[in-house]
């Protein structure tokens, strides 16, 4: 679980520096597919990483729009506060959170049950899913696109044999 995460946010700090080089009509301009433009899925996806945790843990979510945090450093700011929430919970975690319940209630008043395990994994997927987004946004832009390649980012070390 934890390589994963760690997984995403190193991609997610790639992003934060190819958007450097990217004006910020750019950042900001409504494209095709996914929750508005390029900064907007960036706000996306950590407001849902830090409320799906934030969930789990009993606490309240996050009720701001993109609109106070439309442009790269302020998205970086509330990245890096949110982090220090999840970070923690994130390296706690172990095999016995797997299949704890999670109550969900649902707009039709039905109460949905997950396991803790599986909606972990759905953070993890929905950040990868807006990762292709801003993949294909990039070729948009004209700029290659951060590597999504798992391999090389020195997430698990080989053991080597002598």
């Known amino acids: 679980m934890q390589i994963m995460f760690r997984y995403n946010w190193l991609v997610r700090e790639e992003w934060y520096r190819w958007c450097e080089d990217v004006p910020e009509e750019e ?3 409504i494209r095709t597919g996914g929750v508005g433009g390029i900064l907007h ?3 996306h996806i950590i407001d849902v990483e830090w409320s799906w945790i934030r969930s789990l843990q009993g606490k309240s979510d996050f009720q701001e ?9 302020k998205v970086r700011n509330l990245d890096a506060a949110f982090r220090l929430e999840v970070q923690p919970f994130v390296h706690s975690w172990d095999v016995g959170m797997e299949t ?6 649902q707009p039709d ?10 909606v972990m994994r759905h953070i993890i997927a929905h950040e990868i899913h807006h990762i292709g987004q801003l993949s294909v946004w990039a070729r948009e832009v004209g700029k290659k696109p951060v ?10 070390r080989p053991k080597l044999l002598s």
């Open 65 to 73: 729009g993109f609109d106070s945090y439309n442009s790269l450093e």
């Open 147 to 156: 590597s999504a390649n798992v391999i090389g980012k020195d997430l698990i």
């Open 27 to 29: 950042l900001l301009r």
């Open 109 to 118: 008043g039905k109460m949905a049950v997950d396991a803790w395990g599986e």
């Open 100 to 105: 704890r319940p999670f109550y969900d209630p």
């Open 41 to 43: 899925t960036l706000f």
